[in-house]
């Protein structure tokens, strides 16, 4: 079966400014990955090129076998943009009816409720997107890029305007679609997110893919630290597997220990030596 | 239904939501009152020419094949105004509202969509056109008795100039901003005036250099081609001294030109849209 999403090579430059280099990227069925970057890194440009928005200079994209922006190719993708904006005039209903028809969706007022229940906004269904919040439109674009069950998502910044339960909404959604054998590509600023919901996470800098892997691959152990009656000690090059014997070792020592705490390096911290310290001004949180 | 259909069909049920029509319906009854009045007023004042000084012309024709005229380019300049308001943002401004990408990441190909908008907008103008050209000739009728000599010809020339304006400003809207591609467009439309007013003066004082430059004018915009003809139809077998009446008067710029301008009309149509289906193709969003 050939991949969700798989970018070889793929390059952009607009006129003087390169905004991807020759980045290989490829999302397995039903697998979530998160994609993370600075601002400017190439993330937003990667992802237009995945589902046809933007074309390459060199390198190229196929989405589930066919190229991007093919007629097959987008019949199997959904997409929510980052600056997005839906017709204020029409109500939600009327909305996923057009993008039903548009991808040739069979699914029906049975689909369109569904899509509906799963972003919280079933209520809603005869409001007029003029008169949603902006996170409620955020929700309706995510149900938006569900018509016709697409194999693979792109999601650029789909959480931006959420307020922490539209976010937990939406991590749940995500993980539901994981479920469902959906792969996910979701760029996002939200490393905390990014974290808690993507098998595997690839980061992007100066439009080249600087690190891959998964959470933890990414996350290195950053030692022991052990709370005793004369103040936290640290044991920089020990393991969660070292615990039980510096516990032994401290207490047959005669120190008194409260606590014991296994560090390891955070995806933040994984991220920040990626880009680079320097750029901390752009640190996603 | 095809994809042509909803998209045209959605373009319109916005227009409808935002009261466009209506707009549109009111200022357009105003309008035909207004000609109505001066339709009444002119006859009744022609009515009371009489004696040798008229040699041979007929003034009811005089009047009102004037009147029709002059209704006729105000209604191709209303009708531009529709369908620049309907065309002018299609792809540059819905792209840089964000309106233009959740459609363009369904499978549909990016001339569809374009074919689409025209589709729509160049028959609700051309139905607009039509329509009001018709109403001014029966105002003209009803107050004056007098009836242009062809009818379906100049409304369907009115109406293929309104289609070529159409495509114009939609290719406008592949490489320029809402504001610029209106602005574009009306410069355009003035430009064609001007070519008849050349060709009017050129008349009068019987310069060919004139005369040349509102003929190439005029062909390669050929909307003007088209209202000339259309002129030029309604008085078509009126002879005589009513005849040179209407020659000397404001249809100097009427211009009978055959079958080979029904022929260049769609070529140039074709070329248009060809022209913007290939910069749209192109175009990242």
């Given at each position: 079966m050939p991949a969700a999403l798989r970018a070889t090579a793929l390059a952009k430059a607009y006129g003087p400014v390169h905004?991807?280099?020759?980045v290989d990227l490829e999302v397995r069925e039903g697998e979530l990955v998160g994609l993370l970057g600075p601002n400017g890194a190439g993330k937003s440009t990667l992802v237009k090129i995945a589902c046809g928005l933007v074309h390459p200079t060199s390198g190229a994209a196929e989405v589930c076998g066919a190229p991007a922006g093919s007629p097959a190719a987008l019949a199997a993708m959904g997409y929510l943009a980052e600056l997005f904006r839906f017709p204020d005039w029409c109500t939600a209903q009327e909305l996923l009816t057009l993008h039903q028809r548009l991808a040739e969706s069979s699914g029906g007022a049975a689909e369109r409720a569904e899509l509906l229940s799963l972003v919280g906004l079933r209520e809603a269904a005869g409001r007029r997107v003029g008169t949603m919040s902006k996170g409620m439109q955020q929700r309706l674009g995510i149900a938006q890029a569900l018509v016709g069950e697409p194999r693979l998502l792109l999601l650029d910044e789909p959480t931006s305007a959420l307020d922490p339960a539209g976010r937990r909404t939406v991590r749940a959604l995500l993980e539901e679609l994981r479920g469902r054998g959906v792969s996910v590509l979701l760029n996002s600023h939200l490393l905390s997110e990014v974290e808690l919901v993507c098998d595997r996470v690839a980061i992007i800098a100066g439009g080249e893919l600087v690190a891959a892997g998964t959470p933890s691959e990414l996350s290195r152990p950053g030692g022991v630290e052990v709370e005793t009656a004369d103040g936290p000690r640290l044991f920089a090059e020990a393991g969660r597997e070292d615990v039980p014997r510096i516990v032994r070792e401290m207490v047959a020592a005669g120190e008194e220990v409260f606590g014991v705490r296994v560090l390891t390096s955070s995806l933040e911290d994984a991220y920040l030596e990626a880009v680079g310290e320097g750029r901390m001004d752009e640190v996603p949180v | 239904m095809s994809q042509v259909a909803v998209i045209a069909g959605f373009a319109l049920r916005e227009s409808l939501r935002r009261r466009v029509f209506v707009v549109v319906a009111v200022l357009t009854t105003v309008f035909l009152g207004l000609y109505g009045l001066g339709t009444w007023q002119a006859f009744k004042e022609v009515r009371d020419f009489t004696g040798p000084a008229l040699a041979g012309v007929q003034p009811e024709i005089v009047a009102g094949a004037t009147l029709l005229g002059l209704a006729m380019f105000a209604t191709l300049f209303l009708a531009t105004i529709l369908t620049v308001f309907l065309t002018l943002g299609v792809v540059q401004g819905d792209a840089e509202r964000g309106l233009l990408q959740p459609l363009v990441v369904r499978p549909v190909r990016r001339r569809t969509l374009l074919l689409a908008r025209f589709a729509g907008a160049a028959a609700v103008s051309a139905a607009y056109v039509v329509a009001v050209f018709l109403a001014a000739a029966t105002i003209t009728w009803a107050i004056g008795g007098w009836w242009p000599d062809r009818v379906a010809g100049p409304a369907a020339q009115l109406a293929l100039a309104v289609a070529i304006l159409t495509a114009l400003s939609l290719a406008g809207s592949v490489v320029l901003a809402s504001t610029a591609n209106g602005i574009a467009i009306f410069m355009v439309f003035g430009a064609g005036l001007v070519a008849g007013l050349l060709g009017q003066i050129g008349e009068a004082l019987r310069s060919d250099t004139l005369g040349d430059v509102a003929e190439v004018t005029s062909w390669a915009l050929p909307f003007e081609a088209l209202y000339q003809s259309a002129l030029a139809a309604i008085t078509a077998d009126t002879i005589g001294f009513t005849r040179l009446a209407l020659d000397l008067g404001?249809?100097?710029?009427?211009?009978?030109?055959?079958?080979a301008l029904w022929a260049w009309a769609v070529v140039y149509l074709a070329g248009v849209g060809a022209a913007a289906t290939a910069g749209f193709a192109r175009r990242d969003l």
């Open positions: 905004a991807l280099r020759g | 404001p249809f100097g710029g009427a211009q009978s030109a055959g079958p």
